[in-house]
């Protein structure tokens, strides 16, 4: 499938070869949140070539994992049962590169999806078991994500929720929340983090739950 061949035989050596082309693990990110319109995955990607992404989209197609699935009158791309296998490699890979992130350049943005896959990265859920099941309406840079914890049980969706016991904005200082460098109370007080509505109390309850650990 990849151009980029490595001549050696080794399990690495060939994942590599198959989701090792640039743009390719991060179709498979975005998948792993749900399947996607062609449009979609441009959207969700901003700077890759159209050329590149169909060029990606054949290939992994080509590999099994993913494939075109048609939906009423349109065709979406979906993860193969093989292709949704790279989910913990994926979540692993997100909990890793977070922490050695700096701050965000001008030109670089969040997106829902990519906010999204952080966020199931930094999930505790051993902790979540323990607290009351909670609601957020997370809005970060563009991206506005309705997010429920019940439990063990995570589930975000796009766009903002229309009831939530918490409801919060942030930009670059959610790294900091995430990764513990920052803690709750003052993250609000230095305006990093803005309550829209519900208690403050509860952002402590959201940084208990989801946390990069170092």
Not at 71 to 82: D, F, N, V
Not at 181 to 205: F, S, V
């Amino acid at each position: 499938m990849a151009a980029r061949e490595y001549g050696q035989y080794c399990g690495v050596t060939r994942a590599l070869e198959l989701v090792g082309e640039r743009w390719a693990l991060l179709i498979v990110r975005d998948l792993l949140v749900g399947p996607r319109r062609y449009g979609e995955l441009a959207a969700g990607l901003p700077r890759i070539p159209s050329n590149i992404l169909a060029a990606r989209l054949k290939e992994l197609q080509g590999a099994g994992i993913i494939r075109r699935a048609p939906r009423s009158r349109i065709i979406i791309y979906e993860l193969t049962p093989y292709g949704r296998e790279l989910e913990p490699v994926v979540l692993a890979l997100s909990a890793w590169g977070f922490r050695a992130l700096d701050e965000p350049r001008d030109e670089q943005v969040v997106t829902p999806d990519a906010m999204t896959i952080t966020l199931r990265s930094a999930f505790q859920a051993d902790a979540a078991a323990s607290l009351p099941p909670t609601r957020y309406a997370a809005r970060i840079g563009a991206a506005e994500l309705d997010v429920r914890v019940s439990g063990r049980a995570l589930a975000i969706a796009r766009g903002a929720a229309e009831t939530a016991d918490l409801a919060f904005a942030a930009g670059p200082g959610i790294r900091r929340l995430l990764s513990g460098e920052l803690a709750a109370q003052p993250a609000i007080a230095t305006g990093e983090i803005e309550l829209l509505h519900g208690p403050a109390a509860l952002l402590d309850r959201f940084a208990l739950t989801f946390r990069v650990a170092a």
